[in-house]
Every structure is written in structure tokens, then in C-alpha cells.
């Protein structure tokens, strides 16, 4: 009896360490440094170093060293942490690597240059919903830049004949007003959340890239080289225009606009993107944690703006209107600037998604910050194209109704609010995208 219970005790043993040798080699393999970001080269390239630069200067660490590890594109910045050495590590070869190192547990953030697929948030549904407010932050607005050589006598084109262009359909710039020259096409490669994102706003499903296109890791190293080539065309992040000329974009009966502070940050121009930060949910590292508010907030912010990309910290703008705005609108405006931000919906129409989640703090900290009150706001719904006025107006007011709700929440009370239809729209109307872009509402403040 005694050798059968410990012939017993033996076997549970040997399966309890069979049990753990299994749960070891089936984890998500670990990683060597405190924090790792992985993911898009638009990010890694130079944002996420000054960055996280930036957060390890505002915890006290000093100095601060910049190493390589014999890797490209990768960069390993060191401080230290209450005395203890901090080891940040960012990885930059394209936003959907980074996905694959968050799903392995070889990141603790995913810097990417797309927003996540649905895809994705099923294949961590087990884990963090990438989809909300607590794994999805947005951390920068960029503009793809289209360019050309400085010599290209073309201004603008709308992203249906960009389509054509970079599908082979159109070969030579005569054929779009410009010179008899052949077009050489530059894109960024399949691992990139800027082809990701010229992807689908530009080529679609209708448009595959035409074969000829020269491929790459590097927005700087194509912004060069079609700065060099008279016949070239290609896009990147608005960061890396350099020497390149960059060329007004229309999309559907929208006038054609040139990506600025104001167009970028509002989301205006077609070809605006969302630059991201995610993290996974419960299991996000208390570093990982602190490093993302520290970006998100003011001073992280700043630092966006200094590497040359759009911040999210708001500012007055006095726009230029363009000659086709109807003179009402004009009216309307006349003695109010416009804030670099714009309320967007995630469902239905009066959803606020998640930047204008955190967006709404922000406004509520422009007026602290400035010593405006709430009277000196105007808020301006517009809708897609709708079927009659009447119900374009509706919508439109019912939008900006939720963005001043959500507002006084916040104890901004009372803020003042109008609808203006489905009049000037800043993109094709129509689907899922026309109902993201045109559906808007604007956030104006009176001069002073």
C-alpha cells in the first residue's frame, strides 16, 4: 500500500513537471529589454526615439544614451529610473510587425502607422480589445505627402487619378497635363502602415500597384530618390517631404487642399492618417503605462510637433477659406478662428470614437489654458450626402448636440451649436468613408 502511494506521488510529480515544461514552451516568449515598441518605420524612424528620449528627461534620468545593436532600423535608448537602469528598445520595420511582436508578448506597445484590422482584434480577443479607449491611443496626426520631382510643372491631382498613376493605367505625365515624360513609381513596402494607408485610401480594392513600382522600408530614403528623378512619383509620411515637391489632393467633388497644420490636424485633407500607439490591455507594463500617458499629454505632444509631425495639443487658426465656401458659412465664421481639431464618430452618427474621447479633455484644457469660457465656443455639425436637406440638416445638428453634451460633461455648459447640412464636404460622398469624413463637426472660437 505505502508503494503504491508513493508509485502515486511519483507519477503526479513527473506530470506536474511534464504540466510546466508545457506552460514554458507554450508562452509568448519574453523580451530582453524593460520596454520594447515595435512596429512602424513613420513612428520608429524618429518620433518614437525623441520620445522616449523625452520620457526618460521627464522622470529624471541623465544622461541619456542612444545605442545601436547591430540591427537596422532599431534603436536602444538607456536611462535610468530612481537609479535603477532603464533599457527602452524601439523597433522600426513596418506596422504590421509590430502586431505580430504585441500577439507574441515581444512588445509591450505596438507603434503603428494604420489603425488595427478587425483581424487583429479577434486574434487578441482573448487577451485586450485593441478596439477601445484603453489599448487604442492616437499619438500623432500625419498627412501622406504626395510627391514629385521639384521640376513637375503638375499642383494637384485628385486620388482617383493617383489611383490610375500607380496602377499602370496612366504612363506618361502628358496625359495629366504635364510634361512627355515616362512616370517612374515609388511606393513603400508591403510591412508599411503608410502602403497600408495609401492602400486604402488611395487604391482600393479596384486598383492593384502596378509591378514597375520600386519598393521601400525607408519615407526618407524614397522622398530622396524621387527628389532625384524628373519622372518620379511616390508618397510618405508628411515628415520626410525633404527635397520633393508635394502636390494638393482632391477626393470626389471636394476642392483639391495641400497638407497643412490645420487641414492635417482637423483631418480635412484626403489623405490624413491616424498615427497609434497600442498596448494590451490588463497586462500593459506599469512602464508602458506612464510612457503612454507621457506622450499623450502636453509635453509628449510638444514633442510631436517637434519632430515634425501633427500634435494634438490644440491651437487657434485663422483659415483660409476657399473661394467656393458659401458666403453664409463665411458669415457665420467671420469673427471666430478655427481649433486644429475635429469631433469624429466611430458608430452610427453621434458615437464620438476614441480620439475625441480624449479630444473633448482637450478642449476643455485649450479654455482653461487660454481663459476663454464655454460662450466662446461654436460648434458645427456637418453630415454626408443625404437623400433631402432636411435630413442632412437634422443629422448634422444632432452631431454637434453630441459633441456639446459630451462637453458638459467636462462642466463646459451651454456651448453654442449649429448644423449646416451636407453642404462643403472634404471628401467623396457615400459609404463608409463619406460618412467619416464629411460627417464632422468643427470646433470654432471667437476672437478676442
Known sequence: MMKQRHSLQALQSALSGVLCLLLIFSAPAGHAEDMEIHGSNTIGAKLAPMLV???????????????????????LLVGNRSGTPLRILVAAHGSSTGFKALDAG???????????????????????????????????????????????????????????????????WSEVGGADLPINLYARDDRSGTWDTFKSLVLGKDYPLHASSKRYESNDQLSDDVSADPGGIGFSGLVSVRNSKVLAISDGEAPAMKPSRLTVASEDYPLSRRLFMYTPGDVTTAVAKDFVEFVLGAEGQALVSRSGFISQNLRAVKPNLADSTPTTFKLLTQNFSRLTV??????????????????????????????RKADDLLLIGFADQQTNELRAQMISELRALSVRKALSDLNVHDVHYTGYGHYMPVGMAGGTSGQKRNGRVEVWVRDR
Open 53 to 75: 528620449e523625452g520620457f526618460l528627461e521627464s522622470r529624471g534620468s541623465d544622461p541619456i544614451r542612444t545605442l545601436g545593436n547591430g540591427k537596422h532600423n532599431e534603436t
Open 106 to 172: 515581444n512588445a509591450d506597445v505596438w507603434a503603428s502607422s494604420r489603425s488595427v484590422k478587425p483581424v487583429e482584434v479577434q486574434q487578441m480577443a482573448g487577451r485586450a480589445n485593441l478596439g477601445n479607449l484603453q489599448s487604442e491611443h492616437v499619438i500623432a496626426i500625419d498627412g501622406l505627402a504626395v510627391l514629385v520631382h521639384p521640376s513637375n510643372r503638375i499642383n494637384q491631382l485628385s486620388t482617383h487619378t493617383l489611383a490610375r498613376i500607380f496602377s499602370g493605367e496612366i504612363r506618361n
Open 342 to 371: 475635429n469631433f469624429r464618430f466611430s458608430e452610427g452618427r453621434t458615437k464620438l470614437d476614441n480620439k475625441a474621447q480624449r479630444d473633448l479633455t482637450r478642449v476643455a484644457e485649450f479654455l482653461c489654458r487660454e481663459s
